[in-house]
């Protein structure tokens, strides 16, 4: 699914206008002058760094916003130069939309995190019992190459790349072939995995620090110590990046447990 986007002028002049800031054009070539990102995170409290497609990559994940490689030139076909796309106007209108207290518009739908099914749990219910409680599902194989290559063969805690003893969990518990999604996936090595669908290890979004981190319950830090509060290993690509709306719905399931703690 794909829509057409808005010029950049368009939505530079949103987000000027939004923010109270002096009106700004693009020059030759569509690049945004870099004193328009300097004047966004000036007014939002974000430290100035060079490099536009740097400075605009700090302001979106200042409000807590996945930032992606499309949203700069750089990743172009054509090289595009050290400008920001926008695209990734867009994700910055949609930061200072968060930090005046507002809600972000939608991206395009191949930019926004993955979202499981609201009625995921019935579906999961009316499985055959033999598809809930085994890994040897259909496509199950394709789906294990696929997310373990997105994470360089590695676990993505311990970062081991021993391939026999490293399992794909889902985030989100296996509901069908649609969850099978790269972003409802980690790489686990096969204790971490029986953990992860226990609910005695967490991987969460540290909104302060902009880093997905692990934690264990308790009950098992005796032995897993080394593991907590670790940040997870990512994969190269952001776009294969763990949902942060699937991690929130797996911590949701085992809330109770956790609030013995």
Known sequence: MTRS??????????????LGLPPVETTVGSSIP??????????????????????????????GLLWHPDFSSESAPSGGGGTVTALGLLQVKNAALIWLGHSPDELPVEYQDWEPDPDWQTKREQLPRELRETIDRPGAFQFRELVLSAYENKCAITGSTSIQAIEVAHIVPYYGAESDHIENALPLRADLHKL??????IVYFHDREKRFKVKLHDFVLHDYRDFQDIDLKLPVDSANLPSRLALSEHEELFKNMWQVI
Not at 5 to 18: A, F, G, R, S
Not at 36 to 54: H, K, L, N, R, Y
């Open 196 to 201: 992860f669908d226990k609910g005695l290890l």
């Open 34 to 63: 870099s004193i328009f990102f300097s004047d966004v995170a000036s007014t939002m409290g974000i430290p100035i760094v060079s490099g536009m497609p740097v400075m605009a990559r700090r302001i979106i994940e200042n409000a």
């Open 5 to 18: 986007l808005p010029t950049k002028n368009q939505i530079i002049k949103e987000i000027t206008d939004l």
